[in-house]
């Protein structure tokens, strides 16, 4: 399985990170990726950046060494509709954007609540990725998840973090394989990322790519391996 793709990290600028902006762009370098992108939590997050650290990102160059870098932000889900903390006006500037629920930003609601909060944000044209869909503390329908990913044209992450010993996300496991179960009914595509908080962590994978190995999952539906059709996938050109 070729992996050369992380689209999940943070800096300390997210608060609860412990690395900086230089020392994750060396070690994703390290681990051989070829392209690596940095995805401070947005405001809503409790001790993260504001509006204006995602602003000034044009400042930032895209590459280091060979390696091309992206530059976004992890949004916070709000509410069952999938409004989220940042506006429209910072989104059309990032590179690339994920969304995902937190404890400290959505009350859980029913499946059905939870689910709408998914698709929902899907629909906001500036969301390339859905991540971490995983925590049963935030149960989903995988199957309406996995269509809305497909209509709405969104990768889905496997969250390298949350399958870790160390996570606080429950069955993570499980609900992943009824995820993937879905993504190969739907033909829709993942993305392995590390949600690195700490230099060592970026483009680490393992726990991923053992998840996929093992459930036989279809290696063409694993952007990972495709960097251009990762460019495609989220309107990418270079900055």
Known sequence: MTDKIDLHS?????GHAYSTRNEMIAAAYR???EVFAITEHAPA?????????FMNYRVLPRTYQTMTVLYGAELN?????????????VLREMDLVLASIHPPCFTSGSIQDNTLAYLGAMKNPYINIIAHPDDSRFPVD??????????YHVLLEVNNSSLSPLSYRGNARKNYQEMLKQCVKYQVPV????DAHVDIMA?????????LEETDFPERLI??????????YINYSGK
């Open 10 to 14: 943070h800096t300390i600028a997210s």
């Open 31 to 33: 681990k051989g990726m």
């Open 45 to 53: 997050m409790p001790g993260t950046c504001h509006e204006m650290y």
């Open 77 to 89: 889900i709000l509410d069952y509709e999938g409004h989220v903390d940042l506006p429209e006006s």
């Open 142 to 151: 995988y199957e309406r998840l996995v269509k809305g990913a497909k209509e």
């Open 191 to 194: 993305v392995m990322d590390s």
């Open 203 to 211: 483009g680490e994978h393992t726990f991923s790519r053992k998840l």
């Open 223 to 232: 952007i990972n391996g495709h960097s251009e059709e990762l460019f495609d």
